[in-house]
């Protein structure tokens, strides 16, 4: 019969946490230790001095650490199991093997005659107690030392010891439950039984509960779903710019909470009485939603968002945190926006709240189409009221230099590395086919570069034509393996980024990125979801590299034949008016790029699609004669409709013709005669 004994020291248990905490903490320590390289970026005074403030905002100071959920699991992790190891290191082992030996201080191998000298030796009355020792120690030492002795002496006992491992003879099984004792005494069930109603019945239904219906408030933009219900009223088809920033105003009251303190209030009319100063029409018209909003959450939110945009200094600190808290979610928010307009395929808004993203990251006002002073006000002191008279960045450089401005080393670092993309190519590709059929698999590819406006003065290195030959090769092998990859993105090598942005302003680390969007200008409406673009590598003006990256768009042909001009818009999520734009138009001629036969490229720049029938008979293939559907069965009836190719009644061959005739001879006698009759 078995014994079963709980775990009163908790040794068990202790064994079971030790080993689910290491293969937890091992792991995710690894991942956290294991940080990726850190980028470089813009290196504009302001820049640096913005990216080291977010620094000590995300590490926070020696008297107030920012720990992140991650960050405080481990510290306790590992801390739960540095006293669980200490705990079971120090433990005693009950289920230790009886070995006479051990206990009588001598060999395995030592004689009868040599246990039974040794064994007198070890009497109490000739040892000697020691200062540490009683008589009652020594006693139940001897005692010990007595049955060791005759398990090793006696035959009955020896026999005990050989068969059951002890020289009592058999004893009970003992199983260890890694459970204290108290928890199954009767005197603690009413306690134990209550904090187990107090855990499933109260704790678990209500970490469920909440679970659930916070997940039904969110949707999967993770923005709350009233949220999305007042995007999908306020946006229209001909929304402006001021629409898309009053729709974005809307929801701050299901957005943000209210949690600053009273003495904010007066610093909080002080920058609503400048705000409707500089900006009186725009605040006039957040005003007003405002109003319809009725919350104080609200106000400070459109208030703390237009000093952004106005570039108006905060001096509160609890209302810095709101403001950094409020610009963090916006992009959240832009992202459910976009989401709603391009579920219509309308392009303006979609438009407009792209555009939006670059005016919050730069804290300028927005417009509906940037102007000459909203690009240059991204340069590093520059400022509307200075009215320079350049154009370009190169030539604000250049104005500067000549007034020997001091604000010019800091434009020059900003101008050096400016995020102004360059479109290399764009065309459509097909594989496999001569020419673009109704409903066919056609590839947007795009190729793309960033060129800083002083690239234009780096020396290009002189190339001779058998080396210009061997990277004209190397290119089309490497748009070919491209074309036939699952990636959306050409892979390119991590140190050619483009690190972080010039984006001062912005409280958070930021990489450039555009959205590449294939759009019909005519009818005003998104052909194809837009795809986010980013990482893309700059000029080498050296000319012995692959400068540009590839990126590609899939998507399927209309189901009607005929000419489709697009434009392509490739447009920034950082910078205000680096937009590129091309309408497909070019009509180039079809070029293979030597693949097999059945895996040609073409490569087409006007999106033309033709019908089925231009195809010729080995292009078409022998498989359609097998789908083709009978002329006389109901599907090919429905596919004659449709103008499509259907088997005649004639190709089921004559034998079968003879037959129906046959059949239909015999049936004419048979009911003659039965008329006969």
């Given amino acids: 019969m078995a014994n079963y004994n709980y775990d009163e020291g908790g040794n068990l248990a202790a064994y079971f946490v030790i080993t689910f905490l290491a293969l937890i903490l091992i792991p995710l320590t690894l991942s956290i230790s294991s940080k990726p390289k850190t980028l470089t970026g813009c290196q504009c005074d302001l820049c640096t001095q913005q990216r080291t403030r977010i620094s000590k905002r995300e590490k926070g100071s020696m008297l107030n650490p920012n720990f992140s959920a991650k960050s405080a699991f481990l510290i306790f992790g590992w801390s739960l199991l540095g006293y669980l190891s200490y705990k079971v290191a120090n433990a005693k082992l009950d289920n230790k093997i009886y070995d006479p030996f051990e206990i009588l201080g001598i060999s395995s191998s030592a004689t009868e005659k040599e246990i039974k000298s040794h064994y007198k030796k070890l009497h109490p009355d000739k040892v000697k107690a020691t200062v540490n020792e009683t008589l009652e120690l020594i006693q139940n030492r001897f005692v010990d030392l007595t049955k060791a002795y005759k398990s090793l002496t006696d035959e009955t006992i020896r026999e005990n010891l050989r068969k059951y491992g002890n020289p009592d003879g058999p004893q009970q099984t003992s199983v260890g439950i890694a459970l204290p004792q108290w928890i199954v005494e009767s005197k603690n069930n009413v306690w134990v039984l209550g904090v187990y109603g107090l855990l499933f019945g109260g704790a678990l239904p209500t970490l469920v509960g909440r679970w659930w219906f916070g997940s039904r408030e969110k949707t999967k933009d993770g923005v709350n779903a009233r949220t999305a219900a007042a995007f999908f009223k306020s946006l229209k088809e001909d929304s402006t710019m001021d629409d898309v920033v009053g729709a974005l105003g809307e929801v701050y009251k299901w957005e943000f ?52 945009l106005l570039r108006l200094h905060v001096d509160s600190s609890s209302l810095q945190k709101e403001q950094t808290q409020i610009l963090l979610q916006t992009p959240v928010l832009l992202n459910a926006l976009l989401n709603i307009s391009l579920s219509r395929n309308w392009l303006v808004p979609t438009i407009y709240v792209m555009r939006l993203h670059g005016y919050l990251a730069q804290a300028l006002l927005p417009r509906p189409s940037p102007a000459k002073q909203d690009r240059l006000s991204q340069l590093p002191g520059i400022k509307a009221e200075d009215a320079l008279k350049a154009e370009d960045l190169l030539e604000v450089v250049e104005e500067l230099e000549a007034k020997n401005d001091s604000r010019v080393d800091d434009v020059k670092k900003v101008v050096s590395r400016w995020g102004r993309l360059e479109l290399v190519d764009a065309s459509y590709k097909v594989i496999g086919e001569r020419i673009v059929t109704p ?225 239909d001879d015999e049936e004419g006698d048979d009911s003659s005669s039965s008329d006969s009759d």
Avoid: C
């Fill in 439 to 663: 409903s066919s698999i056609v590839y947007l590819v795009v190729k793309l570069r960033l060129s800083p406006p002083s690239s234009s003065t780096a020396v290009k290195r002189e190339l001779d034509v058998d080396e210009v030959k061997r990277i004209v090769k190397l290119n089309d092998e490497k748009d070919e393996e491209f074309l036939m990859s699952r990636g959306d993105a050409e892979p390119i090598k991590s140190e050619t980024s483009s690190g972080w942005a010039h984006a001062p302003f912005w409280p958070e680390n930021r990489k450039p990125g555009w959205w590449l969007v294939l759009a019909d200008d005519k009818n005003s409406r998104v052909v194809v979801p837009p795809m986010k673009i980013t990482n893309v590598p700059f000029s080498d003006p050296s000319g012995t590299d692959r400068d540009y990256r590839a990126y590609k768009v899939q998507f399927q042909a209309p189901q009607g034949p005929g000419m489709y001009t697009w434009k392509i818009y490739l447009i920034s999520d950082t910078f205000v008016g680096e937009e590129v734009s091309r309408n497909m138009t070019v009509r180039v001629a079809l070029s293979l790029t030597g693949l097999d036969s059945k895996q040609h490229i073409f490569d087409i720049e006007q999106l033309k699609i033709d019908d089925v029938s231009a195809l010729n008979a080995d292009e078409q293939g022998g498989e359609d004669e097998i789908s083709d559907p009978d002329e006389d069965s109901l599907a090919g009836q429905m596919a004659a409709m449709r103008g499509s190719k259907v088997k005649k009644a004639a190709q089921q061959g004559e034998d079968s013709e003879d037959e129906s005739s046959t059949d």
């Fill in 257 to 308: 909470s209210n949690s600053s303190k009273s003495a904010d209030a007066a610093e909080l009319d002080s920058l609503e009485k400048n705000i409707s100063t500089i900006a009186p029409k725009q605040w006039e018209l957040s005003k007003s939603f405002i109003a319809a909003g009725r919350g104080a959450s609200h106000r400070k939110a459109m208030i703390l968002l237009y000093a952004h």
